[in-house]
């Protein structure tokens, strides 16, 4: 990916920063796609128009895009607004379809970047095809498999790559939907400095909320773009609901938002010592987590002693457990005083809430 600043996308090298995708995260009716589109090109602020037609969904029965029929919908978007269209491919036919349809731009999603090959596949059915393509970065926090997508399409002949930051699947209590771990993005920008990084704040927030701050914050890290997923009536759409918002707030949003005068300027270096502050952020973002989730459990228990006349306080099954954790964690380097102060804070805590139920809170 050397040359690649030379082959830079038309539609990326243009002078407006930043390059702004908006669009339903799924395409539904022709009338919902027409209207989000001419509503998005009222707010002036949209560049690009997105739309999910084939829906990668983590269980099946949810609505998986109505498939190839909503594609000559997105060339009539693009006939009334002039919004160059940008669809998801996850395998060879969906390239077929979309080059059929003239689609202007692919992406690739994050459940198809963690799958070699599926991202092959999309690469030898776009060889000699002339065409840019976005890739989000895999769901999970693996930055060699993020480059390996890049090759994959490179290799084939690929002149014009976008890398699409959209965040990474965690466990335990949310606040992010996909945590955004701006490390790893911005170590992508640092050795890639040629390739555009968007941000794509409705999948990391999976809320409304924060999808300002999201994307604030993705400015201020001098990403080159952003894609927000737009409905026209968000509540009732028929994939990712939560997180979408109207054209107009949309639009509002785009407005407030505060851009670097220096487009041309450095992605921010991150210092050896940032990024550990950031991994630690991390892990301690998953202790907390952790330790909610387990009071939640706690609570069921202290609900279940309590409608079976059990005492709280049972000082057998706890002296065993700090016998194995003071083994565990002697192996690992922490020291006794350490697991002690530890287990004794957890459970103070676990007693106290467990009182509360007692107590019938
Ligand atoms: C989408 O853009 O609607 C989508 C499915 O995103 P991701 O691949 O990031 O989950
Ligand atoms: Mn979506």
């Not at 407006?16 to 707010?43: H, M, N, Y």
């Amino acid at each position: 990916m050397t040359d690649t600043k030379k082959r830079q996308a038309t539609w990326l090298t243009k002078e407006k920063r930043p390059i702004v995708i908006a669009g339903p995260c799924s395409v539904e009716t022709e009338e919902q796609l027409i209207d989000t589109a001419k509503r998005l090109k009222a707010t002036g602020k949209s560049d690009i128009l997105r739309g999910g037609i084939w829906k990668p969904r983590t269980r099946p029965g949810s609505f998986e895009g109505v498939g190839a029929k909503g594609l000559p919908w997105m060339a009539k978007a693009k006939e009334l607004t002039g919004f160059p269209t940008t669809v998801e491919v996850a395998k060879a036919r969906h390239v077929d379809l979309c080059l059929e349809f003239g689609i202007d731009i692919l992406w690739i999603g994050a459940r198809t970047t963690v799958n070699p090959f599926a991202v092959q596949e999309i690469a030898d059915a776009l060889r000699g095809v002339d065409i840019p393509v976005l890739i989000k970065n895999p769901i999970n926090p693996d930055l060699a498999l993020w480059k390996g997508a890049f090759e994959r399409l490179d290799a084939v002949g690929i002149k014009e790559l976008g890398a699409i930051h959209r965040g990474f699947s965690y466990s335990g209590e949310k606040y992010y939907r996909n945590r955004p771990q701006w490390q790893i993005p911005i170590q992508f920008m640092q050795e890639f400095p040629e390739i555009p990084m968007i941000a794509d704040p409705s999948h990391i927030c999976g809320r409304r909320d924060i999808l300002q701050d999201v994307g604030q914050k993705a400015m201020d890290l001098d990403f080159d773009g952003l894609m927000i997923e737009s409905h026209i009536d968000p509540d009732n759409a028929w994939s990712d609901a939560k997180q979408q918002i109207t054209p107009e707030v949309f639009g509002a949003m785009v407005t407030e938002m505060v851009l670097r005068e220096d487009y041309e300027g450095e992605v921010p270096i991150q210092t050896p010592l940032q990024q550990f502050r950031e991994e630690i952020k991390n892990i301690d973002d998953d202790i907390v987590d952790l330790l909610s989730n387990r009071m939640k459990i706690v609570n069921d228990i202290g609900k279940y002693k309590k409608d079976n006349n059990m005492t709280i306080y049972q000082n057998k099954t706890w002296t065993k457990k700090i016998q194995r954790y003071l083994k565990i964690g002697n192996r690992n380097g922490l020291s006794d005083e350490f697991i002690r102060k530890l287990f004794a804070a957890i459970h103070d805590e676990s007693i106290n809430q467990q009182n509360s139920i007692f107590k019938g809170r």
